[in-house]
């Protein structure tokens, strides 16, 4: 079965990579996920905060110290085959843009820029907050010639435009979304308790939307991550628009071995369909994609709440 696929210019044998996440901290657990079949890795993220002249400007205990994230770029490069995508997190321009040139040196293949951004004051509009991105995207530009993926949030007014904005910045692929760190409150000690809990396939129809939504309005290539669980799920995600689709949550709860289960249920979709590749299946069901995006709009909606009595009585 032909499972090839095309994302930052990068020809990979099937759709899925490992998404950013500590899976990338050791060189046993990246080797543990291309022996189990992912196509590519992207590391977990190198952040802004690391950078100034006194040590990082948290006070967190970080993993690696830029210079070891550069050498670990290589180290993974001289002993994985899959493509290694190095992953920078940052909002502000800074002097962590140069290692953008020098993670390209240390061999990535391509850069996933992660515009974690969460606006906290009244003095910037949506428009200011957007300029930010573009020109954090056109300045790691000036410094990398290799393909850049720009991993975004939901909460973005016109996405179509971002988009298009994006690719002019100089971005050739998108990924959607980030997944933000909710903070809960426990009632019985009055505190906040912020944590990651695993995604849930409830999560991937948000993906479906946009994914659906921006695949004919962008020559960027979308990438999609967060709630995809299981080949349905990775199934639904490549037939909305996506080239390639990021797992993480499945395979921390699972293993990195999860991979070989996804990548043979969608083999078995695929031949129980009687396609001979994915994009023979994109095509027939282009249709489909169209569908989703026309439920997006506002007539599906009035419809389905006009309805919602009837079809559920
Ligand atoms: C423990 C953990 C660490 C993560 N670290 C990063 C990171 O360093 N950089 C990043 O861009 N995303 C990071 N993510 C987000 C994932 O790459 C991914 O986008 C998100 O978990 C949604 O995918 P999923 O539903 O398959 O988990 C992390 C997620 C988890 C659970």
């Known amino acids: 079965m032909n499972l090839t696929t095309h994302y930052l210019g990068l020809e990979l044998k099937n759709p899925v990579i490992a998404g950013a996440s500590p899976l990338s901290f050791s060189l ?4 543990r996920i ?17 950078f100034s002249s006194t040590g990082p400007s948290v006070p967190i205990p970080f993993h690696m110290n830029p210079e070891q994230y550069v050498q670990h770029v290589a180290l993974l490069k001289k002993e994985l085959k899959i493509p290694v995508i190095a992953s920078l997190n940052s909002l502000r321009e ?4 140069r290692y953008a040139q020098y ?101 991937l129809t948000l993906r479906l939307h946009w994914l659906a939504a921006l695949y004919s309005r962008t020559r960027l290539q979308l990438s999609a991550t967060g709630g995809i669980h299981t080949s349905e799920n990775l199934v639904k995600a490549l037939m909305a628009g996506a080239t390639t689709a990021q797992v993480v949550s499945c395979i921390l709860l699972n293993g990195p071995e999860y991979v070989q289960i996804l990548l043979s249920g969608l083999e078995k979709w695929l ?35 006009h309805n919602w009595g009837r079809e559920n009585s």
């Open 271 to 305: 031949t129980d369909n009687n396609f001979s590749s994915i994009e023979h299946a994109r095509a027939k069901v282009d249709a489909l994609r169209k569908d989703a995006e026309n439920a997006a709009g506002r007539e599906n909606y009035i419809r389905i709440i």
């Open 94 to 97: 800074g002097a962590w843009v």
């Open 103 to 203: 993670l390209q040196d240390a061999g990535a293949d391509a850069l996933e820029l992660n515009l974690y951004f969460l606006p906290r004051t009244d003095n910037d509009s949506s428009s200011v907050v957007e300029q930010r991105a573009f020109q954090i995207v056109r300045l790691v530009r000036q410094f990398v010639s290799i393909p850049l993926a720009v991993k975004i949030s939901p909460w973005i007014t016109s996405l179509p435009q971002f988009a298009r904005r994006l690719e002019e910045a100089g971005a050739s692929g998108m990924v959607l979304f980030n997944r933000f760190i909710q903070p809960d409150i426990d009632l019985a000690t009055f505190k906040t308790v912020s944590r990651l809990d695993p995604s849930s396939p409830q999560e």
């Open 34 to 50: 291309e022996a189990a079949g992912a196509a590519a890795l992207v590391m977990h993220s190198l952040f802004e905060e690391q």
């Open 28 to 31: 046993e657990s990246a080797k």
